[in-house]
């Protein structure tokens, strides 16, 4: 293909997953006020959200058209989440063609594990938050009301969604260095003291709220998913007979063993010097070669 009609491939799969996003943004619009509803569900379950005038869940709005927007945002998200097939499959149709066999095989389980992996985070995250928020409001004091704003908390809400559910994508990054060859699952087991000291600090650094039930969760999640990953790795390791080679028990300084067993080589047929050597045959002489006058210019 050339480039040009590679660039009208690109236009007709954008033009299709926009389309679909735009469907998707319908279905959310419908479903934004269930999502928000079940978003609000871990802190309308604390007993200091409920009104005792009215015994509902009360949120504070600061603009007018707060609600409004935000149910535009949620709707977005939802219609990403519902469109997803249509436009991933599109980036997968374009992508596709300039990959090989064993390169389309490993996408093809990359992409069907990363999906329960970030629904995994996204609902260790619903649960960090909904222990986040009463250990938060409760050590304010019964002196103290507390309101929290709508569009504020929903943001939280969903941002720490989203950063668990990437976080929770990291095995994949483990598994893919082990399949393309660059990490082996003893090098990779060598790094946990590193790995879990790594996974502390990212979810002291990336978790919101400064209860530890959050970052404490992260980090021995990530932990776990670490040491599954390892897993896979020696099975994938041994599958591939890596391990085994010649020099692999063999130390730098060593020299390796050589599996030759080379053939016997016979005497060679003895030439006597004192016999005539044949005279090589005369070369014939070129032909001639014409030249004419426009040779010269």
């Known amino acids: 293909m050339t480039l040009i009609e590679h660039i009208r491939e690109l236009r007709t799969r954008l033009f299709r997953a926009s389309l679909a996003i735009l469907v998707g943004f319908g279905v959310g619009i419908f479903l934004a006020e269930k999502v928000r509803v079940l978003l609000s569900k871990p802190y309308c379950d604390l007993p200091q959200s409920i009104d005792p005038d009215t015994g509902l869940c009360k949120f504070v709005q600061l ?41 389309r095989r490993y996408a093809y389980i990359f992409t069907a594990l990363a999906a329960p ?31 929290l704003e709508v569009t504020r908390y929903i943001s939280f809400v969903t941002n720490l969604i989203l950063l668990f559910g990437v976080a929770f994508e990291f095995p994949l990054i483990v598994l893919m260095l082990n399949f393309v060859g660059l990490a082996s699952a003893k090098r990779l087991l060598s790094w946990w003291r590193v790995a879990i000291f790594v996974f502390f600090a990212f979810s002291a650094v990336v978790t919101p709220t400064p209860d530890p039930f959050g970052m404490t969760a992260l980090a021995v999640c990530l932990s776990a998913l670490y040491f599954g990953a390892v897993g896979v790795a020696f099975i994938n390791d041994r599958r591939r007979g890596r391990g085994r080679e ?27 010097a004192t016999e005539p050597i044949a005279a090589p045959e005369p070369i014939a002489a ?12």
Do not use: C
């Open 63 to 103: 603009g007018v058209a707060d609600v409004f927007l935000l149910n535009l945002k949620i709707g977005l998200w939802v219609g990403l989440i519902v469109a997803g097939p249509v436009w991933l499959y599109q980036l997968w149709a374009f992508i596709a063609p300039g990959l090989h066999r064993h390169e």
């Open 117 to 147: 992996l970030f629904a995994a985070g996204a609902v260790l995250a619903f649960f960090v938050t909904t222990k986040g928020l009463e250990f938060l409001l409760n050590i304010s004091g019964p002196d103290i009301a507390t309101t």
């Open 246 to 272: 010649v020099y692999a028990g063999i130390a730098d300084d060593e020299v390796s063993p050589l599996d030759l067993d080379p053939e016997p080589v016979e005497a060679a047929q003895r030439v006597d």
């Open 286 to 297: 070129p032909a001639p070669i014409e030249r004419r006058y426009d040779d010269m210019t």
